[in-house]
């Protein structure tokens, strides 16, 4: 693969069938905490089938992102009311998301809607397999907190053992 | 006579924040206004002090949607300050880069933001499950121009390899193309899009108003230019002030702008109608289909005029890919600080209207003072001028439909309230 081939953002047509997408900010603590595994995995020899993308905070454009993969891994921070650097393991159908109707702010639209958008559009992976990982901080900060970033390689290794 | 109260307290589908609110009893219109009430960002003030290098970066801040156009004003000022002359490929690659955003822009206003108003949904969800080729051939557009801007800036938004004097980062040939291959395929989503447009039944209202735009006798401008008004007036672009004339009214967080009359309009409408002749001909073609020709006076023909740029976007990226394959990407070396500074102003065309970004700069190369005028800022009297104009002929309407018909007109203008709230500097001597 050379180095254009390794853009990780979906510029040319993907040939990786199974997609892991690392979510959210790094400047807000734990909310950076899968935008950290996406990197610690990009940093390891992986399957050929298997590409990495750090997705920062990519709204809508997932939707296009997933389009041709079979299988789509993400990691996100997530507000499950458990222990801070508690993670979850879990697919779609096992959570509610919003009903339809609900507003969707095109300017700020996050994972969730997203992930609303494709199920309405018939756009889903076959398979979706998501790990939420519940923050301790939300603040402004380049660190994660004590707690997260204890659990962070637990994490890192479980999305491992997906590929 | 009829008596209507709408007040919209947070108009949705725009960004930022701001409210309608309309008061008439018997058939008197006693408030209309377009009120801004998003708190100010000061940009202005964090640009004090910062090396000259940083204020693209910071700037491009403003907007997260139109970062490019940000960064692209933001550079042109500081090029003209330090006297930084361009390569012909950097403005090239400016211009691509440019026509990705512009796309980008407009494709999520007119289909996101503007059509469900036209299919009766609330918002692009219910949309996506009763017309889902319509959301997948949105997605599909702004897929490309995104690829577009990340093929050239590093990425879209707050775009990376953007410096002064040129780029820390250039495509490849083999990018190129297939973004080529891409812009060609695009071109049935744009006829498809020009199709549907066609269909949908535009509000019938005209108010004819001083239409501001830059403007280039050999290209539709977007970069540079001269800023020309259908009124007949033209400036060079240090002379924006002239033009802008921004002011501060009550109910308004955000400044004001006037011109020759009580308010102006810039945007992709403005451009059309200053500058049909330089659009590309398919573009005047899908202008044609829909029955648009300059002047044109309905404020709500704002989201079609943008479906008329994409196409002419489209179009003149081709013809620029070509021409850089053509040329060969070439390293070029980034500009070098010479213990010189001076003031420049920088203006685009980017996809809400005409920007100013304005700077002086010491030998040192910090930033002493800056001035950042935004397309929407200069909207709003135009936006409350149609509003006054337009509640009289609609006021016997249900007062749903006043409502709805007055948060299309505002969606019309796609208002960016966040980048155009900034406070008054008062200084009391």
């Not at chain 1, 990519?58 to 801070?84: F, K, S, W, Y």
């Not at chain 1, 380049?142 to 890192?156: G, N």
């Amino acid at each position: 693969m050379d180095a254009e081939e390794g853009r990780g953002d979906g510029f040319f047509a993907p040939t990786a069938s199974t997609l892991v997408v690392g979510l959210g900010n790094l400047l807000r603590a734990d909310d950076g905490a899968g935008a950290r595994v996406a990197q610690a995995l990009a940093a390891q020899e992986l399957p050929a089938d298997v590409e990495v993308v750090e997705g920062g905070t990519l709204g809508l454009d997932l939707v296009n992102l997933m389009e041709g993969r079979r299988r789509v891994i993400l990691v996100d921070a997530a507000e499950m009311g458990r222990t801070p650097g508690e993670f979850v393991r879990f697919g779609l159908d096992e959570v509610s998301l919003l009903g339809t109707d609900q507003y969707i702010s095109v300017h700020a639209a996050g994972l969730r809607d997203a992930l609303l958008l494709a199920q309405v559009l018939g756009a889903l992976p076959e398979e979706l397999v998501i790990f939420g990982v519940q923050p301790g901080s939300l603040e402004w900060d380049d660190a994660l907190s004590p707690a997260v970033e204890e659990r962070l390689p637990h994490l890192i290794a479980a999305v491992q053992a997906e590929l | 006579m009829t008596s209507v109260n709408v007040n919209v307290h947070h108009v949705t589908r725009v960004e930022g924040h701001g409210n309608i609110v309309v008061d008439a009893k018997n058939g008197d219109l006693l408030k209309c206004e377009w009120q801004i009430v998003e708190a100010p960002r000061f940009f202005e003030a964090f640009l004090r002090g910062r090396p000259y290098y940083e204020a693209s970066h910071i700037t491009s801040r403003i907007c997260g949607i139109c970062s490019v156009g940000h960064a692209t004003a933001s550079l042109r000022a500081t090029e003209n300050a330090l006297g930084v002359k361009v390569s012909e490929q950097t403005e090239l690659l400016r211009k691509l880069l440019f026509h990705g955003e512009m796309i980008d822009s407009h494709v999520l206003h007119v289909y996101m933001l503007v059509a469900p108003d036209f299919f009766g949904a609330g918002s692009v969800l219910p949309l996506a499950a009763s017309h889902p080729e319509v959301v997948l051939r949105a997605l599909r557009i702004k897929k490309l121009s995104g690829d577009l801007c990340a093929a050239i800036a590093g990425r879209h938004t707050h775009p990376i390899a953007m410096a002064v004097g040129g780029f820390t980062h250039l495509p490849t040939e083999k990018e190129l193309l297939a973004l080529r291959e891409r812009l060609v395929a695009a071109r049935d989503d744009m006829d498809e899009t020009i199709a549907l447009l066609k269909t949908l039944p535009w509000p019938a209202f005209e108010r004819e108003t001083e239409y501001v735009s830059l403007q280039k006798d050999d290209e539709y401008a977007y970069i540079d230019g001269r800023i020309a008004t259908t009124d007949g007036f033209t400036y060079e672009i240090p002379e924006y002030r002239q033009v802008t004339n921004e002011h501060s009214v009550p109910h308004s967080t955000a400044k004001w702008a006037k011109h020759n009359r009580e308010s102006y309009m810039v945007g992709a409408l403005a451009r059309f109608n200053n500058n049909y002749e330089q659009l590309h001909p398919r573009a005047k073609q899908a202008a044609e289909e829909l029955d648009m020709k300059p002047l044109v006076t309905n404020p709500f023909l704002n989201s079609a005029a943008q479906a008329v740029e994409m196409v002419h976007c489209i179009e003149d990226a081709i013809d620029i890919v070509d021409e850089l394959v053509d040329r060969g990407i070439k390293e070029e070396p980034l500009f070098q600080f010479q213990d010189k500074g001076g003031e420049g102003v920088g203006s685009c065309d980017v996809p809400r209207g005409i920007l100013f970004h304005n700077y002086v700069i010491d030998d040192e190369g910090f930033i002493q003072g800056a001035n950042c005028v935004i397309p929407t800022n200069q909207n709003h009297a135009n936006i409350e001028a149609d509003m006054r104009a337009l509640v009289p002929q609609i006021l016997d309407s249900p007062q749903d439909e006043v409502r709805q018909t007055l948060e299309m007109l505002v969606r019309a203008y796609d208002p960016c309230i966040s980048c155009s709230t900034h406070l008054l500097n008062v200084e009391f001597v």
